[in-house]
Every structure is written in C-alpha cells, then in structure tokens.
C-alpha cells in the first residue's frame, strides 16, 4: 500500500511538474508569434511538455485507482481478521473481493464452516416449527467449503512431504523457480509469465499440467532447467 502511494505521489508530482514547465516555455514564446517556414518549430518544447503531462495525467489515474483498490482490500481483510489471501477481481475502487483458495486461508473457511453449520442447525430448526415461512439452509456451501478444505490441506501435505532432489534444491536456492505460498505444490519459472513446475515421486521437477510453458521459447527454457 505505502509502496502504490509513494508512485502516485511521484507520478502526480512529474505530471505538475510537466505543466508547469509546459507554461513557462509558452510565456516565454511572445503571445500570437507563429512558426516561421525553415525554422524549427518554436513550439517544440511546449508540446512534448503537454504530451508528457497528458501521458503522466493517464498513469496517475492508472495509480490512483490501484490505491483505492488496495485500500479495499486492507478493509476487507480488516474486517477477516482470519483472512490471510484476497481474491480481486479487477483494478480499481470497484473491484470485487472474496477469499483466495489458499492454504494460508484454511482456518478463514474452518471458520466460514464453523459458522454456516450453527446457522444451518437454527434455520432447520426453525423451518421444522414454522410451516409457512421458511429460512434459507446451507448444506450445500458446506459441503462446497468442506471440499475446498480437503482440496487445501492435501496440497499442504503433498508439499510438506514432497522429496526434493538435488538439482531440485539448486533451483530452488538460485531463485531460478519460487514456490507459490498460496498452492505450495507449485514452482513458478523466473521471467516467465504464469508458467510452474511441479515435483514427481523422485523430486526433480516436471511440467504443470495446470500452467505449463505454452510457447515454444518457454518450452525450451523450462527443458533447459529440468534438463541442467
């Protein structure tokens, strides 16, 4: 958050400043005067000022609108308190939020649990003394979280337990392939966009089916590290 704030100050200080440069090099050019043929255009600097202003007045919206959205999601995990990853789905102030399928997010849907069977046991219990109106059950979001909770701590397990080779391990020691905290069973390749490895039975890395390299000079890069 600090980090966002500080680049929006400094883009909307560079942007003030472009127009303020943009100013004196116009009053200084005399009121009406035009270009003259064979001449350099007299204009030159005043208009690469509005363009750089125009252009740092786009990012500053860019910025700004990043710090509302992470102004969000500070007060929305303010109010999780147990909530350790977010889920956004868009850039700005308007973007929506909920919680991330994460293993640092278990205990958020332990509790999420904790919390709906309570309110399933009093709607039934409600809906069995009152024939006519009735209260909204949920079994199925239980059910839908109790599997996500096993989809999460099995990830947990298989990561924790995971062998590791040696040519693994230097990879891993280089920064050549960071573990995802969120989904641990997962490395992602340096420089490469969206494109993770995972560990077999004998611990030397292998291909995600879930983000495997698409092009072929990822394909060849991830074949050169498994390969090293």
């Not at 909204?136 to 989809?151: D, P, R």
């Not at 641990?184 to 995972?198: N, Q």
């Not at 983000?211 to 590290?225: I, S």
Request: net charge positive.
């Amino acid at each position: 958050m600090e980090q966002a704030e500080g680049r929006l100050a400094c883009i909307r200080a560079a942007r003030e400043a472009s127009e303020q440069a943009a100013h004196r090099e116009a009053h200084a050019i005399p009121f009406g005067q035009p270009n003259i043929e064979g001449r350099g255009n007299i204009y030159k600097h005043v208009q690469q000022e509005w363009k750089r202003a125009e252009r740092l007045a786009q990012e500053e919206t860019r910025a700004a609108e990043r710090v509302d959205m992470l102004s969000k999601v500070e007060a929305f995990k303010e109010h999780h308190d147990d909530l350790q990853d977010v889920r956004v789905v868009g850039r700005t102030g308007w973007a929506s939020m909920g919680a991330a399928t994460s293993v640092n997010n278990l205990d958020y849907f332990r509790n999420q649990v904790t919390q709906l069977q309570a309110a399933n046991e009093e709607a039934k219990a409600f809906n069995k003394t009152h024939k006519g109106e009735k209260k909204a059950t949920y079994g199925a979001k239980i059910t839908q979280l109790n599997k996500k909770i096993a989809y999460l701590e099995h990830m947990r397990e298989q990561a924790e337990s995971a062998t590791i080779s040696e040519h693994s391990q230097q990879l891993i020691d280089s920064g050549a392939v960071t573990q995802w905290q969120k989904k641990p069973v997962y490395y992602f390749v340096r420089v490469l966009r969206k494109v993770a490895l995972t560990l077999n039975e004998q611990g030397d890395f292998q291909p995600s089916k879930w983000y495997p390299p698409k092009t072929e000079e990822a394909q060849q890069r991830v074949a050169a590290l498994i390969q090293q």
